[in-house]
């Protein structure tokens, strides 16, 4: 399908273990980011990357981390997840030179 | 942190009526936007504006920027049932430092 996709939807998990949130795009942006809601925060940056491999940190990135060895996939790792890492995350995508950032539909991770 | 602050936090009207939703920060930016966002949904961007003073109007939406770039409104005339969302500005002071605001729970009740 075409457009920006998140998987899985939903996760639960435990504190300490290892938890992988993907990110796909079809629309060859070389632009992706990675954002948390939780209540009373809005979003926050985690991480976003400007092209393939070529990464940086946002406003919270503690705790992530992030790679991009295709443009068309930006995966975020929780190695270690931890309660307060229990939110909903969510990944965008945008062209070089536009304002407007499309959002994927969010992943909510809960962890235990 | 540029912090963005939105008032109100919750705001339930009837259909018809008209609301004010408000974005402040201490901060200045070089564009802000808003966007709504719907349950299980991610957020969709609505406008943008980049000028001090602007002001832009989608259908029954009126978004200003204030003169000092520093805050912004959105204002709906007449609310329908299909503008219930959360509603989110967020100020861009960097190529990809954009900040959001805690949001606005909007709900028209038919």
């Known amino acids: 399908d075409a457009g920006i996709t998140q998987s899985p939807r939903y996760k639960i998990t435990e504190t300490g273990r290892q938890v992988t949130l993907m990110c796909h795009q079809t629309w060859s942006h070389s632009y992706m980011f990675w954002y948390r809601q939780d209540l009373g925060h809005g979003l926050r940056l985690i991480y976003y990357s400007a092209a393939a491999d070529i990464t940086d940190k946002g406003e919270v990135p503690d705790g992530y981390v992030v790679s991009r060895s295709k443009t068309e996939n930006f995966p975020l790792t929780l190695e270690s997840a931890t309660r307060s890492q229990t939110s909903v995350y969510f990944c965008a995508s945008r062209a070089p030179g536009l304002r407007t950032k499309f959002f994927g539909p969010g992943t909510r991770l809960t962890v235990l | 942190t540029q912090l963005l602050e939105q008032s109100p936090q919750f705001l339930s009207i009837q259909e018809g009526e008209n609301l004010t939703v408000y974005c402040n920060s201490s901060s200045v930016f070089s564009s802000l936007q808003w966007y709504r966002q719907e349950p299980g949904e991610g957020p969709v961007l609505l406008v943008t504006v980049v000028t001090g003073g602007e002001v832009k109007k989608l259908k029954r939406l009126t978004f200003q920027f204030g003169d000092a770039r520093k805050d912004s409104s959105l204002h709906i005339t007449a609310a329908q049932p299909g503008d219930t969302g959360l509603y989110l500005c967020?100020?861009?002071?960097?190529?990809?430092?954009?900040?959001f605001g805690t949001g606005t729970r909007l709900t028209v009740i038919p």
């Open positions: 967020a100020g861009k002071t960097g190529a990809n430092n954009l900040f």
